[in-house]
């Protein structure tokens, strides 16, 4: 019998997916999770708690591993930072960068590629990122501390989607767009505040430097080179060149997601064309298992070339950025002694005053004018699922800052006392305006379905 005749052997499912005792119990039900769009924001919730926990049963260790210095050396150049400023300044770069991918692909594949549909959100983030800065500004004038009012502009995007993802079929799918589309628009105001509002003592020969390294890195693009390692060296040259030069180096990252290409080298189709070619080209007559490896990795090749850059390192660093980068940047940031009075002291001075108006109040109050200002004058329009008290619980949500706030609150501030302060300020508004977002999106649901049932009966 022709072996092409027989019956072809089935594909082996991996280890995570067979029915061993590991992978059924443990495994899988991870994988699920980590599928689940709320669960970046849970890691990140409990990271928050355990450092919170920690701090306030053992400060002196958690102090004691944070502030550990790092110190590397080459030639005259030294490194000697501590762990903190190690996740802040260097991995924090990579969730940066993914910022910087999200940030692209939204405006060129995404739901903001659509330059009207772009504008009720662009609208919308410029209002939630004006007033709670001005409250802010409004309420520190004259105390310590003014210089904190990029703090309540920023959205926590893994948070406030995570938020939304819970409340299920409660919200309309374009909620969910116009929250995302907020929460990109205002990463790119914070990026642009952190760049020129908190970056100090500029070096312009390093700044060059780093520029070169990004164009650099375009100048390979339109070659159509496509190795890694070429673009990880210059990635790391353009961070490192953007750290000596004073600018935060996470805005290194950003800028390299920015330039990140959105298209694929090959064609999709053309790869279709290629595998059926490769597949009939292919036997399994002969008794070697490896005859036909050439096939295979030009297929495998192929294949990868027709996933877009930006694809593919959204896919590998988005779950590193998630469940490792962020929770160890809570670990290193939220860990803050809490005593009664402190928590008086916080919330009663203008810093903690100023961040608490900025993210609950001022957040969902220029969400809502900001929006109501582009519809009133024709710019944009209420997709006809969306009501307002929509856009107030969608600008509630946008008040959860946590991971954006806290990294600007450390950049803002150098005194620690002063930095406990607003991080704690920013952790109670966060908590205060997830829920009051979630209670708000919930009473717009009943109200929706009410109406429904209302206008059914009528008829």
């Not at 850059?309 to 290193?332: D, E, G, K, R």
């Not at 997830?434 to 049932?453: E, K, P």
Request: hydrophobic share 50%; with cysteine.
């Amino acid at each position: 019998m022709n072996p092409r005749d027989e019956r072809p052997t089935p594909l082996r499912a991996p280890w995570s997916h067979t029915s061993r005792p590991v992978p059924r119990t443990v495994v899988r039900p991870i994988q699920i999770f980590m599928q689940r769009e709320a669960s970046g924001g849970i890691v990140l919730a409990i990271a928050a708690v355990v450092a919170l926990a920690w701090a306030n049963l053992d400060i002196d260790s958690y102090s004691g591993l944070w502030d550990t210095h790092l110190r590397l050396s080459l030639g005259g150049w030294v490194f000697d930072e501590s762990l903190r400023h190690v996740v802040n300044d260097g991995l924090m770069t990579l969730f940066f960068f993914v910022i910087g991918l999200e940030v692209k692909r939204e405006f060129t594949v995404g739901e903001l590629q659509d330059r009207r549909a772009a504008l009720l959100p662009l609208f919308a983030a410029i209002g939630g990122m004006a007033v709670p800065a001005l409250a802010y500004i409004t309420i520190t004038r004259g105390h310590i501390g003014a210089q904190g009012w990029g703090i309540p502009m920023a959205t926590d995007i893994a948070f406030a989607l995570g938020v939304l993802a819970l409340l299920g079929h409660r919200v309309p799918l374009s909620l969910k767009v116009l929250l995302l589309g907020i929460a990109v628009i205002d990463d790119i105001g914070a990026i642009l505040v952190i760049a020129i509002f908190y970056s100090h003592d500029i070096t312009v020969g390093w700044l060059l430097v780093a520029a070169v390294g990004l164009l650099s890195i375009e100048a390979c693009k339109r070659l159509h080179i496509r190795a890694v390692p070429i673009y990880i060296t210059l990635g790391i040259a353009v961070w490192l060149a953007t750290f000596e030069s004073g600018i935060h180096a996470t805005i290194a990252g950003v800028i390299i997601g920015l330039i990140t290409p959105a298209r694929p080298f090959q064609n999709s189709d053309a790869v279709s064309d290629a595998a059926h070619s490769i597949a009939h080209e292919t036997t399994a007559e002969h008794d070697d298992p490896d005859e036909d490896a050439a096939h295979w990795r030009r297929l495998a090749w192929l294949s990868k070339q027709s996933i877009s850059p930006l694809a593919l390192a959204q896919h590998t660093l988005h779950p590193w950025t998630s469940y490792v980068i962020l929770p160890l940047f809570a670990l290193a940031n939220v860990g803050i002694v809490i005593t009664p009075s402190s928590v008086v002291d916080t919330l009663t001075s203008p810093i903690g005053t100023g961040v608490l108006i900025g993210l609950v109040v001022g957040k969902p109050v220029g969400v809502l004018v900001g929006s109501a200002l582009a519809v009133r004058f024709g710019i944009a329009h209420l997709p006809s699922e969306i009501r307002w008290l929509h856009v107030a619980g969608v600008g509630a949500l946008s008040g959860i800052g946590f991971t954006v706030s806290i990294f600007i609150t450390a950049l803002a501030f150098e005194s620690s006392s002063t930095v406990i302060s607003a991080t704690f300020a920013v952790l109670v508004a966060s908590c205060i305006a997830g829920v009051v977002g979630a209670l708000l999106l919930t009473y717009a649901h009943r109200r929706s379905t009410g109406t429904v049932a209302h206008d059914s009966d009528n008829l």
